[in-house]
T-cell receptor, first 114, second 109 residues
Framework: DTGVSQDPRHKITKRGQNVTFRCDPI?????LYWYRQTLGQGPEFLTY????????KSRLLSDRFSAERPKGSFSTLEIQRTEQGDSAMYLC????????????FGNGTRLTVT | AQRVTQPEKLLSVFKGAPVELKCNYS??????LFWYVQYSRQRLQLLLR??SRESIKGFTADLNKGETSFHLKKPFAQEEDSAMYYC???????????FGKGTLLTVNP
């Protein structure tokens, strides 16, 4: 499967713990996006990278959230001091940098904070 | 600010009936509109985009700038069309998508 892959698929953690998710985009895609989806809602934009540069962060992304994309390849999303409100599906997507190229989504990482 | 509204959370039709999933948007510039679909236990995937003006799986969508709408239509629904459908908007140079809350379409036999 040469699509976007995310790891882990599921993560259960206790409140206050730190978690890190990984996303491997389609290899030739230079843009990478993180979205969050809660029950009954559409995906909400968190942040995006063009190559290794993080170009935009949503106001949803509090100081406890940090994302990186070293070398412009895979990306990690870390949440520090998790809260119950962080429970959601975290989606990664990638695209090739032509005008409004479609986003290719991964299967997501489902985070449950107990 | 970008906003996408899908007024129906649930839509149920019978096989062979026409289906229309509504989408309205708010954006001050010139938007790009998309429909994404998520079938059961599959990842979110692009169904169609307004600039390509193509019909995918029998679905079409026309951008109506006067009504700020991008409704998705299919003349004869099939059971395999049952899925969650999201309308999405992209504006500006960052290509990020703003999604609606989605409509769950159920096509009954």
């Amino acid at each position: 499967d040469t699509g976007v892959s995310q790891d882990p698929r599921h993560k259960i953690t206790k409140r206050g713990q730190n978690v890190t998710f990984r996303c491997d985009p389609i290899s030739e895609h230079n843009r990478l996006y993180w979205y969050r989806q809660t029950l009954g809602q559409g995906p909400e934009f968190l942040t995006y990278f063009q190559n290794e540069a993080q170009l935009e962060k949503s106001r949803l992304l509090s100081d406890r959230f940090s994302a990186e994309r070293p070398k412009g390849s895979f990306s990690t999303l870390e949440i520090q001091r998790t809260e119950q409100g962080d429970s959601a599906m975290y989606l990664c997507a990638s695209s090739f940098g032509l005008l409004n190229s479609p986003l290719h989504f991964g299967n997501g990482t489902r985070l449950t904070v107990t | 600010a970008q906003r996408v509204t899908q007024p129906e959370k649930l839509l149920s039709v019978f096989k062979g009936a026409p289906v229309e999933l509504k989408c309205n948007y708010s954006y001050s510039g010139s938007p790009e509109l998309f429909w994404y679909v998520q079938y059961s236990r599959q990842r979110l995937q692009l169904l169609l985009r307004h600039i390509s003006r193509e019909s995918i799986k029998g679905f079409t969508a026309d951008l109506n700038k006067g009504e700020t709408s991008f409704h998705l239509k299919k003349p004869f629904a099939q059971e395999e069309d049952s899925a969650m459908y999201y309308c999405a908007l992209s504006g500006g140079s960052n290509y990020k998508l703003t999604f609606g809350k989605g409509t769950l379409l159920t096509v009954n036999p």
